[in-house]
């Protein structure tokens, strides 16, 4: 089945900085790559998601690409500010049966010093 | 709360005890999951429903069960076969359609006293 591994576990950035988490995933049927913010005792929040038909999709400090030949995609941060520190999962879409299942990769723990 | 509903926010269990998790949503959505979420696992499926009387194991179905009597109501029960349940455990849902997300509950942290 699908497999989704994520890197760094924690990052460390300091405001004003750019923050990048990796995501791999095996199932080259996967076609849907979500990632969600989790703040502390939270429920995760989908903050941007991308198909497989773009490489890249915009929304202002955050971005999200994708390469499908590597079977790889990441979330971009630019401008950090101390609300962006949360736990940031990546997701990808299992393409199976009637519907597929998102597969989450473990997290990346953010932390944005003032 | 978004539309899903999770209850109660703290639930704690002793030895040998079944517990049952209540999620309810009003997005009209034909899909329902249950996740766990432990430190340093990310969010592992449970179970999920795609449909009304019709669920699925995920991948760490073991020590729990399930229903799917209505479309709103998907409860999670911890039994006692589950020798670890001290976790978060998250519920989503979602529109059964093929490249949408999971609206997720705020979560219930289960405590074994």
């Known amino acids: 089945g699908e497999n989704v591994e994520q890197h760094p576990s924690t990052l460390s950035v300091q405001e004003g900085d750019s923050a990048v988490i990796k995501c791999t995933y095996s199932d080259s049927a996967s076609n849907y790559f979500p990632w969600y913010k989790q703040e502390l005792g939270k429920r995760p929040q989908l903050i941007i998601d991308i198909r497989s038909n773009v490489g890249e999709k915009k929304d202002q400090r955050i971005a999200v690409t994708l390469n499908k030949t590597a079977k790889h995609f990441s979330l971009h941060i630019t401008e950090t500010q101390p609300e962006d520190s949360a736990v940031y999962f990546c997701?990808?879409?299992?393409?199976?049966?009637?519907?597929?299942?998102?597969?989450f990769g473990k997290g990346t723990k953010l932390s944005v010093k003032p | 709360d978004g539309g899903i509903t999770q209850s109660p926010k703290y639930l704690f269990r002793k030895e040998g005890q079944n517990v049952t998790l209540s999620c309810e949503q009003n997005?009209?959505?034909?899909?329902m999951y249950w996740y766990r979420q432990d430190p340093g696992q990310g969010l592992r499926l449970i179970y999920y429903?795609?449909?009304?009387?019709?669920?699925q194991k995920g991948d760490i179905a073991e020590g729990y069960s399930v229903s799917r009597e209505k479309k709103e109501s998907f409860p999670l029960t911890v039994t006692s076969a589950q020798k670890n349940p001290t976790a978060f455990y998250l519920c989503a849902s979602s529109i059964q359609a093929e490249n949408y997300g999971y609206t997720f509950g705020s979560g219930t942290r289960l405590t074994v006293v």
């Open positions: 997005l009209n959505h034909d899909a």
């Open positions: 997701a990808a879409k299992v393409e199976g049966g009637s519907q597929g299942n998102l597969i």
């Open positions: 429903s795609q449909i009304v009387n019709d669920f």
